[in-house]
Nanobody
Framework: QVQLVESGGGLVQAGGSLRLSCTASGSSFSLNAMGWYRQVPGEQRERVAVISSLGNTNYADFVKGRFTISRDNAKNTVYLQMNSLKPEDTAVYYC???????????????WGQGTQVTVSS
């Protein structure tokens, strides 16, 4: 069983920045992919960014050029640097991790509890 704990969410004004962190613990071997999804109330979760253990990345079009995903394999930690935040970025951001990169792109993996990001205009 893998436990994922997110941190770094909060309230920020439009144009501001936040950095989210997620650390995996407990049977965290073979986590070949880690990433971030987000969800607005009443809507389905959408993929934000995914990164493999080798550093390959996948970004949603709506965050490309603004968000950067990175990971520290030794610490089993993934980060999401969010710049130029917009009100439409307001959502609960969830950390996800799994052994299959392709599967993670489809939301298959272990999930954290989420951290709220609110962007005011």
């Amino acid at each position: 069983q893998v436990q994922l704990v997110e941190s770094g969410g909060g309230l920020v004004q439009a144009g501001g920045s936040l950095r989210l962190s997620c650390t995996a613990s407990g049977s965290s071997f073979s986590l070949n992919a880690m990433g971030w999804y987000r969800q607005v109330p009443g809507e389905q979760r959408e993929r934000v960014a995914v990164i493999s253990s080798l550093g390959n990345t996948n970004y949603a079009d709506f965050v490309k050029g603004r968000f950067t995903i990175s990971r520290d394999n030794a610490k089993n930690t993934v980060y999401l640097q969010m710049n130029s935040l917009k009100p439409e970025d307001t959502a609960v951001y969830y950390c996800v991790a799994g052994r299959n990169y392709g599967g993670l792109l489809n939301g298959v993996g272990s999930w954290g509890q989420g951290t709220q990001v609110t962007v005011s205009s």
